[in-house]
């Protein structure tokens, strides 16, 4: 949530589109609005706009705006509408901040400010950073030592970066809890990602409560006790070609067709060796949206083929409600992007409170959850740009799926097969365009499963309503006739997944009661032509496929449902509204 950038240049260049381009690969973290601040002749100069990052873009082929070191932020408003005045950077006299997080304790900060006489612009918690400093830069202390006393004092989370309008080469930056890395190129920058310093080849990832002074040829680096440290640049591995849209419209589509690869890699990396569960007593899951899907999938798989029982918690409840946690539990915390708070706290919680073993299933690598795991299973879909997640799920569910059949060889030997069927699905991509017609003017849809495909029916309904703004709903599909079915009319697409397995009957049934309340029925499975399933719905023929792998392919055409239904209705599926790819607020 928001992304930060900075680049300190050589003197007299101008380095307002090399920040332009890092904010460019920020806009998943958030497109509220969007702004950059720049040294300039002695003065900080800025220039911020309301909405996505187009129009920041347009309003500076107007402007002249440049200098030799800067700072840029893309928004997803927190404290404050989205509104220009509420934009970052935000400025005191000689200072100008961006800051991704939440300061908990501003409200106090304020309070003290404004009896110095600061006069608060905006209705963000982050104007308190660029007050503070000031202040202390007024009582003659030097930005360095203003910007330790402001970490001692400021309590959340922050990535935040200052600049100061007397230097015309220096960048301090700071985290805890919210992602920094400092990159080492043609030029030293900061940024949220890996993606924003991509031009640099060289990347050191700031830790908790760590700050770094940059400049133009050299940066230092402080611990949390202010002391400095050398911290060691780690090579940018990355392929770069993952992060660019190429020949697609969208990101989100252009990740769905790389499930294939990403499932393969996945499968390549990963394997299985050290007895993980042994001695496990209870596993728990703890993830949110469409990972702790993905940890519903597992939660049957586990029970089933590791006979161990498995809970998943929704982590931003988790630790609030006074678990019982028990003993040789091995906690699995699923996040694509190793960053999402409420996974972290809740995981975090579960170690200070027990003596638990934690894996975690991530994609982004070096991710904060990193620094909490015992062992970090990598999904190698690469980098995820659309905010709608897509093929770290199923490469998240694969890594489950190796964990839950790894002692049943005759699951193993299929996952080899699984990449070209998931191909097969997405070369069904016309009939599905076709489908997308049948519910784009819908107001609402139904999701039905069971099993494994129950969290399926559930992430399905989830991909529809973030991208398309349709209001859906996944349900177990036994579970309809207890209240659900009251919604269905015959204008409401009900959307049922049927794959042939144990359950194969008793899903049919469901099917034909829902038919006899509404008409427009569509059945994904592989039962061609079965007498169970009834004339007069649409139905859409899945490869067939061993029922325990069915979850990961019948993820893929309900993903390709949601995109085609949201651009039918004419939404930007890369950038829903109110929405932002890594949430790092509570
Ligand atoms: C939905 C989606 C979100 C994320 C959720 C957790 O498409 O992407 O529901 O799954 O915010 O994010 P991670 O997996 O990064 O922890």
Same mark, same amino acid.
């Given at each position: 949530m928001c992304g930060i950038t900075g680049v300190v240049g050589k003197p007299n260049s101008n380095v307002v589109e090399k920040i332009m381009a890092g904010l460019e690969k920020l806009e998943y973290r958030g497109y509220d609005s969007s702004g950059i601040a720049v040294v300039c002749d002695g003065r900080i100069e800025r220039l911020r706009a309301v909405g996505k990052l187009r129009n920041l873009k347009a309003k500076l082929e107007q402007s002249s705006l440049s200098g030799s070191v800067g700072i840029g932020h893309t928004r997803w408003a927190t404290h404050g509408r989205p509104t220009e005045n509420n934009a970052h950077p935000i400025l005191s006299e000689n200072v100008a901040v961006v800051h991704n997080g939440i300061i908990e304790n501003y409200k106090e900060l304020k309070f003290d400010l404004q009896k110095d006489g600061f006069i608060f612009e905006t209705e963000t918690d982050t104007e308190v950073i660029a007050h503070f400093l000031q202040q202390k830069l007024s009582e003659g202390f030097s930005p360095r030592e203003s910007f330790e006393k402001l970490l001692k004092t400021v309590e959340g989370s922050y990535a935040v970066a200052a600049i100061f309008s007397f230097l015309p080469d220096t960048i301090l930056a700071a985290r805890r809890k919210s992602p920094l890395v400092v990159g080492f190129g043609e030029n030293i920058c900061i940024g949220s990602d890996l993606s924003s310093v991509l031009s640099c080849d060289e990347v050191v990832y700031l830790e908790d409560g760590e700050y770094a002074e940059i400049s133009e040829n050299n940066a230092l680096f402080f611990d949390r006790e202010f002391r400095p440290m050398n911290p060691t640049k780690q090579k940018i591995t990355e392929n770069l070609e993952n992060i660019e849209k190429g020949e697609y419209e969208y990101y989100m589509f252009k990740e769905i067709m790389e499930q294939p690869s990403a499932i393969r890699k996945t499968i390549l990396n990963n394997k299985i060796t050290e007895n993980i569960f042994g001695g496990v007593s209870r596993i728990l899951i703890l993830a949110c949206g469409t990972s702790h899907y993905a940890g519903i999938v597992a939660k049957y798989w586990f029970e089933k083929f590791l006979k161990i029982p498995t809970d998943v918690e929704i982590a931003s409840e988790y630790r609030y409600r006074s678990p019982i946690i028990g003993e040789n539990v091995l906690v699995i915390a699923i996040t694509q992007s190793g960053e999402t708070i409420d996974t972290l706290e809740a995981t975090e919680y579960v170690r200070k409170c027990s003596n638990s073993r934690v894996i975690a299933i991530a994609n982004? /690598? #070096?991710?904060?959850v990193s620094r909490i795991a015992d062992f970090v299973f990598y999904t190698e879909a690469g980098i995820e740009i659309g905010v709608a997640s897509t093929k770290a799920f199923t490469a998240q569910l694969t890594i489950l799926a190796e964990l839950a059949f790894h002692n049943h060889d005759f699951l193993t030997k299929q996952f080899q097969n699984l990449p070209t069927l998931c191909e097969e699905v997405l070369d069904l991509r016309a009939e599905i365009k076709y489908l997308a017609e049948k519910i784009s003017s819908a107001s609402s849809a139904v999701y039905l499963g069971r099993d494994t495909l129950y969290p399926i029916a559930l992430e399905g309904a989830l991909k529809l309503k973030e991208i398309s703004y349709i209001h859906a709903e996944g349900f177990a599909a036994g579970e309809m /006739?207890?209240?659900? %079915?009251?919604? %269905?009319?015959?204008?409401m697409p009900v959307i049922c997944l049927c794959p042939? #397995?144990?359950?194969f009957e008793k899903t049919a049934s469901n099917i034909q009661v829902a038919l006899a309340r509404g008409k427009n029925v569509i059945i994904f499975t592989d039962s061609e032509g079965s007498r169970l399933l009834p004339s007069g719905t649409t139905k859409i023929i899945l490869p067939k496929i061993s029922e325990e792998f069915a979850p990961i392919l019948y993820a893929i055409p309900l993903q390709l449902l949601a995109y085609y239904t949201a651009l039918l209705r004419g939404e930007d599926v890369d950038k829903p509204r109110n929405l932002a790819k890594s949430v790092t607020v509570e």
């Open positions: 982004v /690598k #070096n991710s904060a /006739k207890h209240g659900p %079915i009251a919604l %269905i009319d015959d204008t042939r #397995n144990e359950l």
